[in-house]
Nanobody, 112 residues
């Protein structure tokens, strides 16, 4: 059974940092591009960042470029999203995706 489980979300002040993790089981991590998405209330789901396991190429949405870093550790079947200089507009439910599989999401709230 495939499972993707996100963790690391929480409440942080503007300018702060969080590190999200996505742990996979029943799933060969290196087989697919891995992605982070987010969805804020009343908005469409947005692709935030992608990492191609082979070679480690990364792609970012313009809204997070220079502030977020996606990485993965294939030995641990885990992907990360380091989020720095967080803004209130980064508030959303963050999901990881690999192939057709999605995690359940972890909430990030940026507020004073």
């Amino acid at each position: 059974q495939v499972q993707l489980v996100e963790s690391g979300g929480g409440l942080v002040q503007p300018g702060g940092s969080l590190r999200l993790s996505c742990s996979a089981s029943g799933f060969t991590f290196s087989s697919y591009p891995m992605r982070w998405y987010r969805q804020a209330p009343g908005k469409e789901r947005e692709l935030v960042a992608t990492i191609i396991s082979a070679g480690g190429s990364t792609v970012y949405a313009d809204s997070v470029k220079g502030r977020f870093t996606i990485s993965s550790d294939n030995t641990k079947n885990t992907m990360y999203l380091q989020m720095n200089s967080l803004k209130p507009e980064d508030t959303a439910l963050y999901y990881c995706r690999g192939g057709l599989y999605w995690g359940q999401g972890t909430q990030v709230t940026v507020s004073l």
